[in-house]
Nanobody, 116 residues
Framework: QVQLVESGGGLVQPGGSLRLSCAAS????????MAWYRQAPGKQRELVAR???????NYVDAVKGRFTISRDNAKNTVYLQMNSLKPEDTAVYYC??????????WGQGTQVTVSS
């Protein structure tokens, strides 16, 4: 099991940028996949972006070309760079780690609000 702590959320105007960080309590080098999810009020939690241990990435269509996920194994941290933010990106963003055995660990979430 791994503990995850997200940070970097906040209030930003439309068109602005934020970088979210997810710090893990232990090495993430052996973790199969790290991912960012989000949940807006009244909506289901959805996958935003995912990166595997091999560096493969995938994104939900709504954020392609605007968000970039990356992992720094030396710092045990995963990032989500979010550019050209829109009001519809407003949500609580969660980090998830999936081990090779399929066990999931979640962070507590960080609020992102896009509003003028």
């Amino acid at each position: 099991q791994v503990q995850l702590v997200e940070s970097g959320g906040g209030l930003v105007q439309p068109g602005g940028s934020l970088r979210l960080s997810c710090a893990a309590s232990r090495s993430i080098a052996s973790i199969y996949a790290m991912a960012w999810y989000r949940q807006a009020p009244g909506k289901q939690r959805e996958l935003v972006a995912r990166v595997t241990s091999g560096g493969s990435t995938n994104y939900v269509d709504a954020v392609k070309g605007r968000f970039t996920i990356s992992r720094d194994n030396a710092k045990n941290t995963v990032y989500l760079q979010m550019n050209s933010l829109k009001p519809e990106d407003t949500a609580v963003y969660y980090c998830k780690a999936t081990t090779p055995s399929g066990f999931d660990s979640w962070g507590q979430g960080t609020q992102v609000t896009v509003s003028s």
